[in-house]
């Protein structure tokens, strides 16, 4: 298994005025190959070296203890970017379809009602964290929030949809006001894109 930096399927500045064109160099180039680095570094010498990040983060309780801090901050903060950058996208911040929207309308109500649990999950994440919308065991869409690189794939859930809300994601240009690039966030999501991973949670 070879782990590597994801090649954004856009241009940095793409994304613009919603996510400027420094950030993204920074965060996708230096902050997320700073993750890939140390987790590659820390599973080196490890029995986990060729599993996949998601069969890793998955079973993260039987990563040897003197890895497993480094695994599971690094290798989170890996897999989390991962998926962060394909949700994005230009020319996008429409509304979801088809079974992806009527399984949000079945469990949150509305697509509005899922974006002001969602916003509020990303809002209120002390420090450090993501905001997510998963597809948990038992095949429900579900939002909740992590700490710090941790990752819904520990917990058995897997992840369609997520914001990051470590300061790095938004501060050059919002800067603390992080309800301001939440809400500027829904202007970038790539609703095909979250509709497939939603489509291949459910098989």
């Known amino acids: 298994m070879s782990y590597k930096l994801p090649d954004l399927e856009y241009e940095y500045n793409s994304l613009e005025p919603y996510i400027d064109e420094e950030t993204m160099h920074l965060h996708h180039d230096k902050h997320h190959q700073a993750y890939l680095d140390k987790f590659k570094t820390a599973i080196e010498q490890t029995p986990l070296n060729g599993k996949s990040i998601e069969e890793i983060l998955s079973n993260i309780?039987?990563?040897?203890?003197?890895?497993?801090?480094?695994?599971?901050?690094?290798?989170?903060?890996?897999?989390?970017?991962?998926?962060?950058?394909?949700?994005?996208?230009?020319?996008?911040?429409?509304?979801?379809?088809?079974?992806?929207?009527?399984a949000i309308n079945d469990s949150f109500g509305s697509f509005d009602e899922f974006k002001k649990k969602f916003s509020d999950a990303a809002a209120t994440q002390f420090g450090s964290g993501w905001a997510w919308?998963?597809?948990?065991?038992?095949?429900?869409?579900?939002?909740?929030?992590?700490?710090?690189?941790?990752?819904?794939?520990s917990e058995g859930k897997i992840p369609i949809l997520n914001i990051d809300v470590w300061e790095h994601a938004y501060y050059l240009n919002y800067k603390n006001k992080r309800p301001d690039y939440i809400e500027a966030f829904y202007n970038v999501i790539n609703w095909k894109k979250v509709s497939e991973l939603f489509a291949n949670a459910m098989l």
């Open 133 to 153: 919308l998963v597809v948990n065991k038992d095949k429900k869409l579900e939002v909740t929030k992590t700490s710090n690189q941790d990752t819904p794939l």
């Open 61 to 102: 309780n039987v990563v040897p203890e003197a890895q497993r801090s480094a695994v599971r901050n690094n290798g989170g903060g890996y897999a989390n970017h991962s998926l962060y950058w394909k949700i994005m996208g230009p020319n996008a911040g429409n509304v979801p379809e088809g079974k992806l929207a009527d």
